[in-house]
């Protein structure tokens, strides 16, 4: 993505319901988050001032919530969920990469889960 800055929120664990099974369904499990916002920070870098750039606190409070209090079937769904909610938090959020893991959730790995690329337009068109 061209001239634009990325804003990293790494190894975001939170606990919550995602999977198909009777068990996952039942007892909450560790999700592990990694985003990449993508946004032009020149004009914060330019004025020193916190309106003028991303606030990724309110993004990764916003993600925070919805895994607590979600519970899809798939990591397809809370990792498309998750961007909308992170292109809601911000409109200079132009495009998000997000990974969601499900750490231990298949023996003999350390950890399973699912990377996505989303641009603005394609979710909030």
Not at 61 to 74: D, R, T, V
């Amino acid at each position: 993505m061209d001239n634009l800055d990325r804003i990293l929120i790494r190894n975001l664990m939170v606990r919550g319901i995602v999977g198909i099974n009777p068990e996952e369904r039942a007892n909450r499990q560790d999700i592990l988050v990694n985003a990449t916002l993508w946004a032009d920070t020149r004009a914060a870098g330019a004025s020193d001032h916190i309106e003028d750039t991303v606030n990724y606190r309110s993004a990764a409070k916003a993600m925070i919530a919805h895994i607590e209090n979600g519970a899809p079937y798939l990591v397809e769904r809370l990792a498309a969920d998750l961007v909308r909610i992170c292109f809601v938090s911000d409109e200079r959020i132009r495009a998000v990469e997000l990974t969601v893991e499900k750490p231990g959730a298949v023996r003999f790995a350390q950890s399973v889960g699912l990377t996505i690329l989303r641009r603005r337009e394609e979710v909030l068109p």
